[in-house]
């Protein structure tokens, strides 16, 4: 099918300011940082605000995605918010972010559910819809605010995050060539209804898991395309850690300096729906014309979106925009884990 007429409009990012070092949660539970550090790749990861969630996070990327268009919000005719994480368990994340932009009441609106890869179904969604001619403008959101139990290995990365992007036939920034899935039924990570703290089922989270899935996704895209990793400028996956995107990227045959525009998880942890379109957001914050894009996000349950862009011109023209990704990356402020525990509600 072809692809070559539609792709991303706009985007937009989120990041919160309060940070943790992975010393000060490796000091409570006296483990070796160092260790840590070196396997993971991570030095710190993101804290929401007593005042933040992912529905306050997803109106932020969503609002910077609108205001780096300059266009009429009125003209989206859908909203999807993908998240493991929202706020409410009945009511919608995205009819928030909908009367946050003033958009019009004639539009569909919904949150979507894949563990990290909700967002990538929301875009491959928006671009079905513009595609048809259903309607002219999609927002994909990806928003997380990550859970870990307290001592748990996940608890030195589970971040919080969102990102936005603006799905649309005019002024393309970069055009979509095409997109592949690749979906099982993997049991790798879940939380139960009413469960506080996710499960992860260990051995099932790497080779079964996120590598064959996001191998298979990449692998059926570049052969649908006829292309290889040699073609694309930059590529962004899934970044639970900096460990697996840098091992799956060489699996693949990409090189490190391909992937390392992406990886922001180093700093902020990993903002599970928001991840590899965090990375996303910011490649094209440093891309040029006529370069290639490579992503496959990564979804636990389990699936992968693959999706192939050719950055147009248009891209110049929205790259000033001042809340970038770069902006929040710098933007931090260092906490203690007893603020952490107050903040992520660890104190109850």
């Not at 306050?56 to 994480?85: C, F, K, L, Q």
């Not at 990538?120 to 870990?148: E, H, R």
């Not at 894009?293 to 979106?305: C, E, K, N, Q, R």
């Amino acid at each position: 099918m072809c692809m070559s007429k539609v792709g991303i409009v706009s985007y937009g990012s989120y990041i919160p300011r309060y940070r943790i070092a992975i010393e000060e949660i490796a000091k409570i539970w006296n483990e070796d940082a160092d260790e840590l550090i070196s396997q993971l790749q991570v030095v710190s990861k993101t804290v929401p605000g007593l005042d933040e969630d992912v529905a306050t996070m997803a109106v932020e990327s969503a609002r910077n995605a609108v205001n780096r268009w300059g266009g009429n919000s009125n003209d989206i005719g859908a909203i999807y918010v993908g998240s493991e994480s929202r706020p409410y368990a009945v009511k919608p994340t995205a009819t928030i972010v909908a009367a946050a932009l003033d958009a019009e009441k004639t539009l569909t609106a919904a949150d979507l559910e894949f563990a990290c890869k909700a967002a990538t179904a929301g875009m491959q969604m928006c671009i079905g819809l513009v595609k048809s001619d259903m309607i002219d403008y999609g927002l994909a959101i990806g928003s997380d605010s990550s859970q870990a139990r307290p001592r748990d290995p996940l608890e030195y990365t589970a971040g919080a995050g969102s990102a936005a992007f603006l799905i649309g036939e005019k002024n393309i920034i970069a055009e979509l060539e095409g997109t592949y899935s690749v979906t099982t039924d993997t049991p790798d990570f879940w939380r139960r209804e009413g469960a506080v703290y996710p499960t992860h089922g260990q051995r099932f989270t790497g080779q079964p898991a996120y590598f064959q899935h996001t191998i298979d996704a990449s692998k059926g895209l570049m052969e649908k395309l006829g292309s290889e990793p040699s073609d694309y400028h930059h590529v962004t996956f899934h970044q639970p850690n900096t460990k697996f995107p840098l091992s799956v990227a060489r699996m693949l045959g990409f090189s490190n300096e391909q992937v390392e525009k992406s990886l922001i998880c180093k700093e902020i942890g990993n903002t599970y729906s928001a991840a590899s379109i965090l990375g996303l957001a910011h490649i094209l914050n440093h891309s040029k014309p006529g370069e290639r894009i490579f992503m496959t996000s990564y979804g636990s349950g389990a699936g992968s979106d693959a999706f192939s862009f050719m950055v147009t011109d248009e891209i110049e023209k929205i790259q000033s925009y001042p809340y970038s990704t770069n902006y929040y990356l710098n933007r931090k402020e260092m906490i203690d884990y007893g603020t952490y525990a107050r903040y992520k509600g660890v104190i109850r």
